[in-house]
């Protein structure tokens, strides 16, 4: 049997995360060495409650989670208690009934982990703001240089923000993190908000059809709930952008990547309304050579059913 490709999922958990993580733990190919989670989407507190649910949820095998920073570099928190309520998970009670936070930080886990594997074993998927990651690359450069590659749901892709015109809400939250991350120079491939938009949004019979699948995708519909009226005010219907499971897609399943090149990015971090927003140089004005493939398009037949396959539906 094929060796499993080892993996970090980093994770400011809310409802998005949650479906994201239970597909990574249900794709067999893959395995995850531990969880980290950040401050983002809600603290990095209640982030480990809701990936240790969603572990529990998923009812595969149960990678340690570790709680890394608490606060983003610079910028105060803000929180998306708005898109995922005020615990991330929809408000509607979900706890785990069994496990519990690891010991020990995040970030020290993960180096410790980099530094005891091969070059390139381990790939670190980043589901949230970018605080952990930077924290490790300025304070651990030599381990962070050994991962294979980050994958990271962040960036406006080659289209506009969803908390400005030009940001996109993992890049926003820390934009002083994710500029160290883009100018680190490891292999960094960005999944772009405009890759889980429009055709790839989760649709009626989409989220139908995993609610009738079992009491996994139930939940994971269930959980979403204040992200589906927040769009239905945005969009007109019942839909799910779903930018985490994307992101976990593009990743694991790069089969559905419709449209990914390699561009000079830069991370915008002055005190203006562009704050957070991430400069793709997508006609190469600027001369530097790229530093992060940008995923901006997924087929979204594939990208559905990889969905459905690893969440039983």
């Known amino acids: 049997m ?9 994770t400011d958990c809310g409802s998005d995360d949650a479906m994201a993580i239970a597909m990574a ?11 980290t989670t950040v401050t983002g989407n809600v603290d990095a507190r209640q982030a480990a409650q809701n990936t240790l649910f969603t572990i529990e949820a998923a009812g595969t095998y149960e ?12 910028v105060p928190f803000v929180g998306a208690a708005e898109t995922h309520g005020d615990d991330g998970m929809g408000d509607i009670g979900l706890v785990p009934k069994r496990l519990k936070v690891a010991e020990g930080n ?6 410790e982990l980099l530094r005891d594997s091969e070059q390139g074993e381990i790939d670190i998927i980043t589901l949230g703001t970018l605080t952990n990651i930077a924290v490790a690359m300025r304070l651990f450069p030599d381990e962070m240089r050994k991962v294979g590659r980050i994958v990271m749901m962040g960036t406006a892709g080659l289209g506009t923000g969803n908390v400005s015109p030009v940001a996109e809400f993992n890049i926003w939250q820390d934009a002083e993190a994710a ?9 960094l491939m960005a999944v772009g908000w405009d890759a889980c938009i429009d055709e790839a949004m989760l649709e009626r019979k989409d989220l139908d059809r995993l609610i009738q699948s079992g009491p996994l995708g139930k939940v994971m519909v269930d959980c979403n709930r204040v992200l589906m009226e927040m769009n239905y005010d945005r969009f007109g219907r019942d839909c799910l952008d779903m930018a985490d499971p994307a992101a976990m897609a593009a990743a694991l399943y790069p089969e559905c990547i419709d449209d990914c090149d390699d561009y000079y990015c830069e991370v915008d971090t002055s005190k203006g309304p562009s704050y957070g927003g991430v400069l793709v140089d997508r006609y190469h004005f600027s001369g530097k050579p790229a530093n992060c493939a ?20």
Not at 106 to 111: A, D, E, F, I, Q
């Open 2 to 10: 094929e060796e499993r490709k080892k993996l970090i999922i980093d």
């Open 294 to 313: 940008v995923c901006s398009k997924l087929k979204p037949e594939l990208f559905k059913e990889y969905i459905f396959r690893t969440l039983g539906a």
């Open 179 to 187: 500029k160290i991350v883009f100018e680190f120079g490891v292999p």
């Open 63 to 74: 990678p340690p989670v570790y709680i890394g920073c608490e606060t983003p570099l610079l």
């Open 106 to 111: 995040g970030v020290l886990k993960m180096v």
């Open 25 to 35: 733990l249900r794709d067999p190919r893959y395995e995850i060495l531990c969880f």
